[in-house]
Structures are given as C-alpha cells and as structure tokens.
C-alpha cells in the first residue's frame, strides 16, 4: 500500500517537471536523420563524418565518453553523463549547432568558443581514446573556455596543452554551478574543496539521498587510483566520479561507480569512503515549485 | 661560512650520486631483467586476452596488491595480502587462468614491479596497444631522487626513434610521442623506457 503511494507521488512529480528532458531513442530518431553534414569553417581539423560518428556513439553508449590521459577534464566528462543520461536529444541538438555555427544554447548558457579552442579541437594528441573523439573533444574545450572558477584565475586564456593545467580544473561551487545553469537541475551540494563535509554517516546519508536523481562524488583521486607509494599525500579533492550504487555488509562497503569512460565496482571501509571524499552534489530534475 | 660551503658541496655530491645511479638503472636494469620482463609480458598478453585485467602492488613492501577484472559491464578492483586464500576464488569466480595470474604476480614481486597493464594509443585513427610495466627498483628509493619508477613499454610492432632515441609518433613526423605525459627512449624496435616519478 506504501510503495502505491510512492509511485503515485513519483508520477506527480514527473508530470509536473520543468527540466526538458529527452529519451535516448528520440536522439538516436535525430541523429539517424542526420546523414551528412558539411564540413565546418568554424572546426577545421574536425572532419564532418568522425564528427557524427563520435555523437551516435555517446547517444547510443552513454558511458564510453572519456576525459583523455592526463587531462582535467574529468568534471566536464561527469556533466556529460547527466546530460547523455537525462536529455540526450539536447546533447545531439546542442552540439550539431555548435559545429555547423560555431555557437549554440543550452539551459541559460550562450556558448561561443574562442578560436583557440576552434583551432585545438580535434587537434588533441596522446590522450587515449580522446584522441579519436572530436565532438568530446569540442565539448570538453568549449565547457572549460566559457566556465571559468577561482582555480582558473591565473590560466584564462587556452594554451596547446592546457588541458592538463589549470586552465581546464573544475573547483567544486563551478561544477555545481555549470549543473545548474546547463542543465535546470537541482543540486544538493555539500562539501568543499578542502575540508570533507561533516557528516557523521557518510554511508547512511549517500545511500538515503540515492533513490532518485544522479550522485556526484568530488573525492580525492591519489587514494583511489595511487599513482605513486609516497606516504606524503595532497589532502585536496582531484576527482569527479558518478555513484550509481551503494551498499553495506558489515564493515565493508561496495560502490559502483562511473568514471574514466566505465563502470567499476571496489569494496572499501566506512574511513576510506569518509578520507576520499570531499563533496556530495545530488542532482535531481527541478520541479515547478523547487525553490 | 665554512659550514655553508661544506653543505653546499654535501648537496651537490648528492644530487650527482642521484643522477649517477639512475642513469647507471636505465642502462643495466633491462639488460638485468631481460627475461623476467619479457616473460611477464608475454603471460600478461596472452592471459589479457581470455580476459582483461591489470595487476598493481599498491604498498612499498610489495605485500599487498589490487587486480582489476574487466567484465563487459564492469570492471572489478579487489585489493588482497599476496598470501590470502581469497584470492584464488576470486579468480576462479572470474574464470581466470589461476596459476597464470599467480606466477604473473610471483614474478613481478621478484622484479619489484609494481604495475602491469595493457594501454590503447591511436595512430591515424588507428587503435594500436601496448603492454605498459612499472618497476620501483631499490635504487631509486633513495632521497632526493622524485623519479621512482623505471617504466618499460612493449608495443606489438616496430617503432620510430629520432637520432637521440626519442620515441616518435611516425617515421615521417619527427614528433615526440607521449605516453601517460612522459617521452619515451629506445631500448630495441618495440621496447622502450622511461623514467618517471608516477607508476600508472
């Protein structure tokens, strides 16, 4: 009788959501209509056909998008998967305008890449599988050029390579921001960028939050992938991850979790989870009486 | 004044001996190793590919390490002491070559290599692969020293260097090819070196 309720409840608010979404066969609906594109003036080292083969493929394998080896981009590649996963037809709309018109909108954001970016798209080496995605590529670069935090203060402007710099970092009240603005989702956030939010039960609040919407994790990337044996650590958070799922058996928890263009599942203790994580951001579809 | 000069002269006595053992590591260690490198490069390329996995020592004293399992949905990190039972279990829930796995990791332990993976790189739009292997060597150990791990590629086909022995992206192009960030030496036609102050 409780779980009817529920549902009902659910139902409402999904009538009543004002966050344009999309379904994953309406984009690939569109993007099938799409046979050819002419090649662009504003994009010149993207071809048209790589081009369109890189957004079928997000369309129709949300997960594959890839932040490239090395680079800063992993905040922009946790975006891209609300975006794939809650209106891919936006996606498909948005980036096909960019290309053909070297501007485009989405949410209240005007984009209009510089011509550094213009020029560096598709021109990217030795990032891995980014290096064959130009339309990742133009999206990666055109977010980082027009988003701008207190990391970037010093790197405003695109150098070859800046990718791995400042230039392209993602501070945490900028992540949440660009949700907000892109995409008109609501995002419960807490945490920093340098202390871990204080919360007793990090298990038990995550789990709690994880019925409806996306979960963001801003966790410290040298612990959860090491790099080095160095005991001398950076206590700062590094790294953008998506929690699909969360789950307890006595000391010992299991996360699924999106990032690096995959799922992985890794077991790890309460103090570990508390130790990498820096900031929580619950995204979930605006309704019309959101605040 | 004295004592100013004589740290000065400590400082710089260290840095030399630094510099010395670690060229004296790239040229010795593979010629030392040769065929425990190669022989765990050839099991990890032919257990790579019933099922993807990389292996990683993830403590100095090589006692502990994290094997992912690539699955087509998943992939799987699980961290173990180097004697846990659990270890052949899982294994074996992954249908894993259990014993091919175990020597792998019996062998790397014996070299103090601490990570062993297979990396995509593209050419051309091509994808090509490498079989990518971290050392942490005792002799970079020391103080002073920020470049800890000697990192050795195997690629499946033959390789272009410049003059200096720089790895370069194709015979044509005199560009300097990169992998993880870091520019690459000649050590034969498919094996390269570097040294590097990160394993993975």
């Not at chain 1, 890839?66 to 891919?88: K, Q």
């Not at chain 1, 055109?142 to 988003?147: E, G, P, R, T, V």
């Not at chain 2, 053992?21 to 990890?44: D, G, M, P, R």
């Amino acid at each position: 009788m409780v779980i009817d309720v529920v549902s009902a409840s659910d139902e409402i608010h999904f009538k009543n959501d004002t966050t344009p979404v999309s379904t994953q066969q309406q984009a690939i609906d569109f993007i099938k209509k799409i046979d050819t594109l002419i090649k662009s003036d504003y994009w010149p080292h993207i071809r048209p056909k790589t081009f369109l083969e890189n957004i079928r493929l997000n369309i129709y394998k949300p997960l594959s998008i890839y932040e490239g080896v090395s680079t800063n981009f992993c905040g922009y590649a946790a975006l891209s998967y609300i975006l794939l996963h809650d209106d891919p037809l936006q996606y498909a709309k948005f980036m096909i305008e960019l290309y053909e018109h070297g501007e485009a909108t989405m949410g209240k954001v005007f984009f209009h890449p510089s011509p550094e970016i213009e020029q560096a798209a598709g021109a990217m080496k030795f990032k891995g599988k980014l290096d064959i995605s130009p339309a990742d590529q133009i999206w990666f670069l055109s977010l980082a050029d027009h988003f701008k935090g207190y990391l970037n203060v010093f790197d405003k402007h695109y150098d070859a390579g800046d990718e791995d710099k400042l230039w392209a970092s993602v501070n945490y009240a900028k992540f949440n921001r660009m949700v907000r603005e892109l995409f008109n989702e609501r995002v419960d956030a807490i945490g920093s960028d340098l202390i871990h939010p204080a919360i007793n039960d990090l298990y038990e609040y995550i789990s709690s939050k994880m019925k409806k919407g996306t979960m963001v994790l801003y966790i410290n990337n040298t612990f959860l992938y090491k790099k080095t044996h160095s005991a001398l650590k950076l206590a700062i958070p590094t790294h953008y991850i998506i929690l699909e799922r969360i789950s307890k058996i006595d000391d010992t928890i299991t996360i699924v979790y999106w990032d690096y263009g995959g799922r992985s599942l890794r077991q790890l203790t309460p103090k570990f989870l508390k130790r990498i994580t820096y900031g929580i951001s619950h995204c979930t579809k605006k309704m019309n009486d959101a605040p | 004044m004295r004592h100013r000069n004589l740290y000065q002269i400590l400082f710089a006595a260290v840095i030399f001996c630094g510099c010395n053992s670690t060229q004296k590591i790239v040229t010795t260690y593979y010629a030392e190793n040769e065929q425990v490198l190669n022989n765990i490069e050839q099991s990890f390329k032919t257990l790579y590919r019933q099922r993807p996995f990389s292996i990683e020592f993830t403590d100095r004293s090589f006692n502990f390490f994290s094997i992912e399992i690539m699955t087509d949905s998943l992939k799987y990190i699980y961290e173990f002491g180097i004697n846990e039972k659990r270890i052949k279990d899982t294994l074996l829930k992954y249908a894993l070559n259990k014993e091919g796995i175990l020597d792998i990791i019996t062998q790397m332990r014996s070299i103090q290599c601490t990570w062993i993976n297979n990396l995509d790189f593209y050419v051309d739009q091509e994808k090509h692969s490498l079989v990518f292997i971290s050392m942490r060597p005792v002799e970079l150990s020391k103080p002073f020293t920020n470049k800890k791990y000697y990192i050795i590629t195997y690629f499946s086909q033959p390789q272009y260097f410049d003059n200096e022995g720089k790895l370069l992206v194709k015979k044509q192009m005199k560009r300097t090819r990169k992998i993880n960030g870091e520019i690459f030496w000649r050590i034969n036609d498919k094996v390269c070196y570097t040294i590097s102050a990160r394993f993975r």
